[in-house]
Nanobody, 122 residues
Framework: VQLQASGGGLVQAGGSLRLSCAAS????????MHWFRQAPGKEREFVAV????????YYADSVKGRFTISRDNAKNTVYLQMNSLKPEDTAVYYC????????????????WGQGTQVTVSS
């Protein structure tokens, strides 16, 4: 599976962005899809996960109520709608696919996308 993230950019605090992650291959629906982020000088951290059939989602406390993860299995794409953005949301955002439903970083995640930069100005 190859993952291509897009949609990052520069936004003012309080604004919104929607990230997309397009997957290649015919097995997209067999993976739980995740978003992680990494800020400068910090470790990569979990943001959100959605189950294979979109029935279950889980969020980091820091984004709960502001971010929404969704997926369209027909389009092989996962999304991250980010609202009420804060300067502390500034990071490179990565999508990841794994057969497991993960809510923290693991060293053996199946597939990673290349990352997209999100910068929130104050």
């Amino acid at each position: 599976v190859q993952l291509q993230a897009s949609g990052g950019g520069l936004v003012q605090a309080g604004g919104s962005l929607r990230l997309s992650c397009a997957a290649s291959g015919r097995t997209f629906s067999t993976y739980a899809m995740h978003w992680f982020r990494q800020a400068p000088g910090k470790e990569r951290e979990f943001v959100a996960v959605i189950s294979k059939s979109s029935g279950i989602t889980y969020y980091a406390d820091s984004v709960k109520g502001r971010f929404t993860i969704s997926r369209d299995n027909a389009k092989n794409t996962v999304y991250l709608q980010m609202n009420s953005l804060k300067p502390e949301d500034t990071a490179v955002y990565y999508c990841a696919a794994d057969h497991r439903f993960l809510y923290r970083l693991h060293g053996d995640i199946d597939y990673w996308g290349q990352g997209t930069q999100v910068t929130v100005s104050s």
